[in-house]
Structure formats: structure tokens, C-alpha cells
């Protein structure tokens, strides 16, 4: 099972493919639990964690039957959260690519339920408290941007973001929200990086999730209303 803490060799991934725009030079490439290959469109990584995912979500599915909701819930936690959530910011923009990550997440929902195979799965996830995947994502997105909004990460992040007050000395409806400059993406690769997400998503929050002082209120609000949507 993947370790939930992004050691020193993911940190670097991240600065150098999302904040460097280093490419890679090899078809395929491996570190520390991440499938890279040289387009950076993270489909080797996609496809072997969907491949584990689908391994256990078949051996909880035989397990139903013997197993109470919260013990199978216990195993949702631990053998497919994980690799959902390691390093996802690095691969995880919500991109058609990652669509069949929701769907085994469906799956899981509706066996740890034991709901029929066409039930929606919208009310499981909240019955359960979990998030969709693309929720995740944006979860994880919330926190980091949190933190540096808060000075809370290593200084290699402290030039990646520009508040608009920086910018320029006017007051308005930007400045007053605290957002930050958006940069004029060229390329796809550029869109979907942390950097362009992070401050698209930090803009688009009401001022009292900025105004929140610890990381752990600011993400049970934030994953609270994600699932008020389901």
C-alpha cells in the first residue's frame, strides 16, 4: 500500500514537472510510486492503479456477504484511498482520463453498501462521507493553496503564486477577496498544472473559507460542501 506522505523525491517531481515544466526524456519512468512517461499524460500511472483498485474492490465485492458496511469501509480507506490520494496533484486534474477512477470508485460505494448495481451513487458517497474523485482532487488542491496562502509549505513554492494586490495598487473586487494573478496559459499541459488550477480555485472561494486560521476547519468545510452536492 502507498505511503501517504510525499517524501523529498515527490516533492522534487512536483517542482520539476508541474513548476519547471521539465520534460522527460525517457518512453517511461518510475519514482517512488510514480508511472511517468515522456508526454506527461500520466496514462501508465492512471492504468496501474486502476488495475490495483480493481483487484480489491473484486476481493471486497466477495466479502460483502461475510463482512458488516463499516469493516468494508475500513478497507476502502485503506487498500483504494491511498492510491487515489498519493501524489495527486501530480496526475489527478480532472481530465477525461481519470473517468474510469470514478467509475471503480462507484463500484466501491456500492459494495461497501451492499447497494444493487444500477443504485445511484451519488447519496452513497454521502451516506459514507467520501469524496468523488474529482472532489479529492480539489481537495487536496484546497489544502496546498491553503498552506501557502498561510506559509505553511517548504520555501522552493514561495515565487509560484502573485496576489493581485502585488500587482497593482488599485482596490478592487480582486484585491478585496485576496485572490491571486492569474498567468495566460499556452499550452495544455500548463492549464491542468498545479500552479494555473490552484489559482483558478483559490479565486473561485467565498472569503470565509480564505479567512479560516487552521488547515483542519478550512478542509472539513471544504469536503462538507462537496458533499452537500451529492
Known amino acids: 500500500m502507498p505511503c501517504l506522505s510525499m517524501n523529498a523525491s515527490i516533492m522534487g517531481l512536483l517542482i520539476s514537472l ?50 458488516p458496511c463499516s469493516i468494508l469501509l475500513t478497507l476502502y480507506n485503506s487498500f483504494i484511498l491511498p492510491y487515489l490520494n498519493y501524489a495527486i496533484l501530480t496526475w489527478g486534474s480532472p481530465t477525461p482520463k481519470c473517468n474510469k477512477l ?58 509560484s503564486f502573485t496576489l493581485t494586490s502585488n500587482i497593482h495598487s488599485f482596490y478592487t473586487r480582486s484585491t478585496a477577496r485576496k485572490n491571486l494573478y492569474v498567468n495566460f496559459c499556452r499550452t495544455t499541459l500548463s492549464k491542468n498544472g498545479v500552479i494555473q488550477r490552484g489559482t483558478l480555485f483559490w479565486n473561485s472561494l467565498d472569503n470565509s473559507f480564505k479567512s479560516f486560521r487552521t488547515l483542519s476547519t478550512f478542509t472539513k468545510k471544504l469536503k462538507t460542501r462537496s458533499l452537500n452536492e451529492y
Open 102 to 159: 470514478l467509475n471503480l470508485q462507484k463500484r466501491a460505494v456500492r459494495v461497501i453498501s451492499k447497494a444493487d448495481y444500477c443504485e445511484h451513487s451519488g447519496p452513497l458517497f454521502d451516506n459514507l462521507k467520501l469524496l468523488k474523485f474529482v472532489d479529492l482532487y480539489y481537495l487536496n488542491l484546497g489544502k496546498f493553496m491553503f498552506k501557502y496562502m498561510n506559509n505553511l509549505l517548504p520555501a522552493c513554492f514561495n515565487s
Open 18 to 67: 508541474l513548476f519547471r515544466g521539465l520534460w522527460v526524456n525517457k518512453e517511461q519512468y518510475t519514482s517512488t510510486g510514480i508511472h511517468i512517461d515522456e508526454n506527461l499524460t500520466w496514462k501508465k500511472h492512471i492504468d496501474t492503479i486502476t488495475a490495483k483498485i480493481s483487484k480489491n474492490i473484486g476481493i471486497m465485492n466477495r466479502l460483502k456477504n461475510v463482512l
